[in-house]
C-alpha cells in the first residue's frame, strides 16, 4: 500500500472562500500574530459555518517561529484531517511556509493532507501609496471580515 501524499497548492481569495463556501470538511488557519488578529481583523466564516482556526506561525514582536504551531494545529484537527486546510497570513509569505510544514508533517506520519494558501492572504502587497488593503488580499476583493 502507498503511503498517503500531501499537495500544497496556493489560490487567490476569492476561490479560497469559494472552496470553503463550497467543500465540506474544510477549515481555515489564520497564522497572523494576536495583534494582528485585533487590529486588523478577521476573515468572517460565519455566513458559511466553517471554522476559523486562530494560530500563529511566528511570534510578535520579534517574529520568531512558534515551537507550539503544529502540536496546536494538531490538537484542533483531532483525529479526523479535514478535506482541505487553508492557510493565510497578511500577504501570503508566512501562510505558505506553514502551509508546506503542516504538509510535510503529515506525510511523515503517514497521513496525507491538502494544504492551500491564500495567496494574497488577508491584506495584499502595498500599493503605491504604500499601504495594505487595496491592492489585493482578502479584505480588498470584499470578502467578509470583522474587527474587534
Not at 496556493?10 to 481555515?28: F, K
Not at 486588523?40 to 514582536?61: H, K, M, N
Request: hydrophobic share 40%; aromatic share 8%.
Amino acid at each position: 500500500m502507498s503511503q498517503p501524499v500531501s499537495r500544497v497548492d496556493a489560490v487567490d481569495p476569492s476561490v479560497a472562500y469559494d472552496i470553503l463556501r463550497e467543500t465540506p470538511g474544510t477549515v481555515l488557519v489564520d497564522v497572523r500574530t494576536r495583534a494582528e488578529w485585533t487590529f486588523v481583523g478577521l476573515p468572517d466564516l460565519g455566513g458559511i459555518d466553517r471554522p476559523l482556526w486562530l494560530v500563529e506561525w511566528a511570534q510578535f514582536p520579534v517574529m520568531s517561529p512558534n515551537p507550539g504551531f503544529l502540536p496546536r494545529l494538531r490538537e484542533l484537527i483531532g483525529e479526523e484531517t479535514p478535506a482541505r486546510i487553508l492557510f493565510i497570513c497578511r500577504s501570503g509569505g508566512r501562510s505558505m511556509h506553514a502551509a508546506q510544514a503542516v504538509a510535510a508533517a503529515f506525510e511523515a506520519e503517514g497521513r496525507g493532507v491538502h494544504c492551500t494558501n491564500v495567496a494574497e492572504g488577508f491584506e495584499g502587497d502595498l500599493d503605491a501609496e504604500g499601504r495594505r488593503g487595496r491592492a489585493g488580499g482578502w479584505k480588498a476583493r470584499g470578502l467578509p471580515w470583522a474587527q474587534s
